[in-house]
């Protein structure tokens, strides 16, 4: 095993599947059962999970709404997720934590640090809701806040794309994907991996981030055992 500790970012689109809007059951079990395989090898895992499927703060404010309660909305988005998510864990077998930077103690756990890495330690899957309780910041950040927390080895952004390209590869056909990229040359071509803040955050504390396409079977068990997938984002090395 090439990591014992990982972070998996989710965006909340990729629960929604195919459905223009919500949450598509199948592919929250299908998504479940494969974190299901690699807790069960041992790995501990740690997730952050978006809200856009439900509802998007930055989308909100720019229609009119007051961007810290569109956000504060977006937020309790992924608190519904996180839930759902956490049930299609235990009907997996196994057990899950939910832990929100906003309090909600009727349905979760606040979230305290080092109450989430004993979970962790004792093989259950912890996944954080509420993003990091402040408006303005994205998920991308709460993902990159909570791996230097709980001290994860590596990210996993899993998206619906194979990895970062040069350019658009739906708009061209010639895109080149990278197989390996610095966080500088992330941060300078704005190559939008996640946003400036997060990677800065996994710059300053070494924290590498694998994207890969979530919807390929296998992927987070593969990622997590240290196979080449997708693309590397790192401090030293950079290849197409």
Do not use: W
């Not at 929604?16 to 494969?34: C, R, S, T």
């Not at 979230?111 to 408006?135: D, M, Q, T």
């Amino acid at each position: 095993m090439t990591y014992k500790r990982v972070l998996l970012k989710l965006s909340g689109e990729a629960l929604m599947g195919d459905l223009g809007y919500g949450i598509d059951p199948k592919v929250v079990a299908d998504i479940a059962q494969e974190i299901a395989e690699v807790v069960s090898i041992g790995t501990q895992v740690a997730i952050v999970v978006g809200g856009g499927n439900i509802f998007r703060g930055v989308k909100a404010a720019s229609a009119g709404m007051d961007r810290a309660t569109a956000d504060y909305v977006g937020m309790i988005a992924t608190v519904m997720n996180a839930i759902t998510l956490q049930d299609a864990l235990e009907q997996a077998g196994i057990p899950t934590r939910v832990q929100t930077a906003i309090a909600m103690q009727e349905v979760a756990e606040p979230y305290i640090r080092r109450r989430a890495i004993r979970h962790l330690e004792k093989g259950r899957a912890v996944i954080f809701g509420a993003g990091s309780g402040n408006p303005f910041f994205t998920t991308d950040t709460t993902a990159a806040l909570r791996a230097a927390e709980i001290e994860a080895q590596v990210i996993f952004k899993a998206t619906k794309v194979d990895g970062v390209y040069d350019s658009d590869p739906k708009l061209n056909p010639e895109a080149k994907r990278y197989t390996s990229l610095t966080y500088d040359r992330v941060l300078t071509q704005d190559l939008r991996v996640m946003d400036g803040t997060a990677i800065a955050l996994c710059r300053e504390n070494n924290i590498p981030i694998v994207v890969f396409d979530l919807f390929v079977r296998g992927n987070i068990i593969r990622s997590v055992k240290g196979e080449a997938i997708g693309t590397l984002v790192g401090g030293s090395c950079e290849t197409k």
